[in-house]
């Protein structure tokens, strides 16, 4: 085979050779909410796209009587399914105090998992949207907890309890 005739045989054989770069890419992380009823000591879980925590601590009033202002601790979730009814019950607050854990855990094992707990849960706000032909929903849902901790350490504890 002469020389000349190489070059073009080797450019085809790259070009139908596929190449895949290699790329650092970020772990994905599987997250899940499990919701427990202490009453009835019944719980669900549900898988969640997102998950996000605000914590306002107390601080001091600025009026005369120094008394402090409690602080609050909010969880907001993006749930990767539709409600069912005992969501729906939890929403409807027809049940008292709920507890839960959303537990993060990366698919490939490369991150330590990550476990928020809550007790005294109770429904701030909530939201469902319906879109496309295929029936599909968003829910968002927002509330309250009188604790929060996270991997163990106490992030919040409710004063008024």
Same mark, same amino acid.
């Given at each position: 085979?002469?020389? !000349?005739?190489f070059y073009p045989l080797l450019f085809l054989v790259l070009l139908c050779t596929q190449f895949t770069a290699v790329a650092q890419q970020e772990s994905k992380r599987q997250i899940n909410f499990k919701l427990t009823d202490p009453a009835i000591q019944t719980s669900h879980t549900y898988h969640l796209n ?23 601790? !909010? ?20 049940? &008292? ?8 855990? !990366?698919?490939?094992?490369?991150? &330590? ?40 350490? !106490? ?7």
């Amino acid at each position: 085979m002469k020389i !000349s005739h190489f070059y073009p045989l080797l450019f085809l054989v790259l070009l139908c050779t596929q190449f895949t770069a290699v790329a650092q890419q970020e772990s994905k992380r599987q997250i899940n909410f499990k919701l427990t009823d202490p009453a009835i000591q019944t719980s669900h879980t549900y898988h969640l796209n997102n998950v996000t925590y605000i914590v306002s601590n107390a601080f001091p009033a600025q009026d005369e009587s120094k008394q402090l202002r409690e602080g609050s601790c !909010s969880i907001s979730l993006d749930l990767g399914q539709d409600m069912d009814p005992f969501l729906l019950k939890w929403i409807a607050g027809e049940m &008292k105090n709920a507890t839960g854990v959303i537990t993060m855990v !990366s698919a490939d094992g490369s991150k &330590k998992t990550r476990n928020i707990a809550f007790t005294g849960g109770r429904p701030a706000g909530s939201s469902e949207s319906f879109y496309g032909s295929e029936v599909n929903s968003a829910v968002q849902i927002s509330f309250y907890v009188n604790t929060l901790s996270i991997d163990g350490t !106490s992030i919040f504890k409710s004063t008024g309890n």
